[in-house]
C-alpha cells in the first residue's frame, strides 16, 4: 500500500524557519516526482514545489527564494525548507507523489505562522 507520511508542521512566528518531511514507500518513491502542496482555510490547493527523480525543481512565484525542496533517494524522503515565513504561509502542507501519472497524498501537516 501506498504511503506518503508529512511531519515537521507547528507553529512558528513571522520571519522564522521549519523544515517539512515526507517518508514515501519504497515502492513509488524512486521514479516519482515528488511534490509539496498547501491549502489555506477556505482557498484552493495550490502547488509550493516539484522535483524531478533527477532533482530539477520548480517553485510557486510566491516561495521562490525562501523555500526549497530537496529529496534523499536512500531514505526515500522528500522536505520542504521554509524560511522567512509569512503569515500567508498558514496552511495545510500536503506532499504529493506522481508517479507515471497516479497521483498519492499525505494526509497533510499544519504550518501556523503566528506571532
Known amino acids: 500500500q501506498v504511503q506518503l507520511v508529512e511531519s515537521g508542521g507547528g507553529l512558528v512566528q513571522p520571519g522564522g524557519s521549519v523544515r517539512l518531511s515526507c517518508a514515501a514507500s519504497g515502492s513509488i518513491f524512486s521514479r516519482a516526482v515528488m511534490a509539496w502542496y498547501r491549502q489555506a482555510p477556505g482557498k484552493q490547493r495550490d502547488m509550493v514545489a516539484t522535483?524531478?527523480?533527477?532533482?530539477?525543481?520548480n517553485y510557486a512565484d510566491s516561495v521562490k527564494g525562501r523555500f526549497t525542496i530537496s529529496r534523499d533517494n536512500a531514505k526515500n524522503t522528500v522536505y520542504l525548507q521554509m524560511n522567512n515565513l509569512k503569515a500567508d504561509d498558514t496552511a495545510v502542507y500536503y506532499c504529493n507523489a506522481d508517479r507515471y501519472g497516479s497521483l498519492y497524498w499525505g494526509k497533510g501537516t499544519l504550518v501556523t505562522v503566528s506571532s
Open positions: 522535483i524531478t527523480s533527477y532533482g530539477n525543481t
